[in-house]
Structures are given as C-alpha cells and as structure tokens.
C-alpha cells in the first residue's frame, strides 16, 4: 500500500529564521487516492536533521485544515515550530493516527526534506539545542560502550609479562558529568545567551489545568530566586475560562514583607500574552512566578497555560528552555570530539 507525500504545487520548500508567516502545503495520498485528514484523531509532523537523527515534533490539529478531506496538510515554519534549529537542510514525515487507532507513516519510501536560510543580519545566535536528559543519556551509552572496550581488552598492547590479576576497570558517568571541563562548559552555556529564561520546568506546551480556585490553589509555581537588582520582564500565555487571570511576580522586600506584582489581565473566555515587566530594588528578591486571579474567588475555573519565561530587561522575547535544559549542538560536537579522541564513542 503506497503512502505518498508531496508538496502542492505552489508550496513554498524552505524559510529564513526569523520568518514567522511560511506554510508548507503537503499532499498526502494511499494508492493514488487522497487521503481524508479530517477523521484523523492526531496528525503530528516529526523531524530530522539532515542526517535523519530525530530532533523534534510539531503537532498539527486536523480541525485548522480548510482542505484537510482533499488530503492537503498545512505545516506552519514559525518561530515556535522552528525554534532551535539552525540554518540547514531537515527531513520530515508525517505520522497520522486514523480513526481506528492505526498508525500512517507518509511517506512510505524515504522522508521529504526543507531547508532553514539564514536572514540577512546572519542568525548565527540560533543553534539546535540538545536537552540535559538527552546528553546524560548519550553519556550513558558512552559510560557502557567504554566499559565493553575495557572488558574486551580493546585498550591492551603489546602482550608483557603477566602479572597479577587486577579489576578490569570502570567508567565513572558522575565523574564526567561533574569533571571541571564540562562543568565549565555549563556555565558558558548558562552565561552566553541572550534572552535566557530564568525559570526551569517551563513548556512550550499547552497545559490545561481544570480546577484553579481564589489564592489557594493556583495552576502553576515557579521558583527562580533572584536576588540581584535590575529590571526584569515576565510573560505567559493564558487561556481563562470563566474568570479573569492575569501572571505575577511576588517576593520579599527589603524589610522582609511580602510583595505582589501583577502583569495585564487576560479576561475570560479569551486567550493572550500576560506581561509584566518589574525592577527589582537592591536587598530585594524574586521567589514566585505565577498566575492567579485578579480578584480573590470563592469559585474555580478552568486556565490553560504555556511559555512561563522570566528574563532580564523590559522586552519580552520568544519563549525558550533554561539554559541548564539544554546544551548547544556545538558544545555537544566539542565533547563528542574529545570523547572520540580517548577511545569512546558517542551517537
């Protein structure tokens, strides 16, 4: 049974970063006939760099496609579906789950390809990005593939004279990922980039929460403990039920009272960016990030959330993980490299 994918005629086949407005329209067909998207129960768009390793998924819903019956399928480039990867070729294919629970893959024979440009001013501050758990799971294999070297006499020379027998050696994980090197290397990752989410836990996901009552039950904490002055801008976007919400900063001040400060309100039944933008004064801290009613409730509703970011600065920028999610695929390459080169390997 042929599964095919192709671009529609017309569609564009690549974007520059930074584009927030290109589509790419695909046209998916079993056997020559087209494909009816709109029973589909989940569609998502999985993709690869150019050498097919797995970077990411962009999920599509079958209800935002005007010609989903005719088999076309809209994959929007934004800088949300984009964000990490740098300029470059990239493979895809489309997994359907059908209405019946099965499982599509399309196309059936390779993956199609697109490419990311580089804007004019370079892009150059754009990498992919790599999660921690990711790399101490890569440092895993490592730790094992090294291990089996040394148990298999991989390291040994030239036969000598036998002595007496000893442990045959291990590979100690902790100690590479707390050696000075790569300690160091976090933080010039955690120091370097422009925009830095001070929140850890964060997502670009939409995450609903069903019961969200007055003061004493909020959807969602974070925690980032700043205690150095300046200005600061915190943004997430909301999507209220039936009661106003809007995001706050709170803290202590510097006599030791609590403070509260509150972004713009999102009213219910609509969906949008709540901003606050605060400077914090000298002996001063920042210990919640969260989002909570207006008013106090005796009542609950229902709040969908995502993109917690809190930053340095007065601007509000694209949301990204904290730096000590991710670590750059340049850094990465950097300790592959040295890792090769004492023997080991890493995929």
Sequence with gaps: MAKTLIYADGSPTSVKISDTDTNLYLQLAKDGTTVDLSTAKTITVKIADSNKNYLKDISINPADLPNASKGVLILPLNSTNIAGLPAGSYAFEVWIETADSNQEIYPDVDVKMFTIFNNIVGGTTVMAQLTLQQFADKITDMEADLQNKVNSGYFKGDKGDKGDKGDTGTVDNAGLTNAPAFQALQTQVNNSAVGTNLLTGTSSDLVTIPNVTGYSNYAKFYYPNITTAGTYTLRAYLEPASHDVAIYLSGLNASGTRYWEAGN???????????????????????????????????????????????????????????????????????????????????
């Design 265 to 347: 309100t999102i009213s219910a039944g609509s969906s949008g960016y709540s901003t606050l933008t605060y400077t914090l004064p000298d002996s001063c801290t920042i210990d919640q990030a969260y989002f909570g009613f207006p008013a106090d409730q005796s009542d609950s509703t229902s709040v969908s959330y995502k993109e917690f970011k809190l930053e340095r600065g007065s601007v509000a920028t694209d949301w990204c993980p904290n730096p000590s999610e991710i670590l750059t695929q340049s850094d990465y390459a950097k300790i592959k490299a040295a890792i090769v080169a004492l023997g080991g390997s890493l995929s």
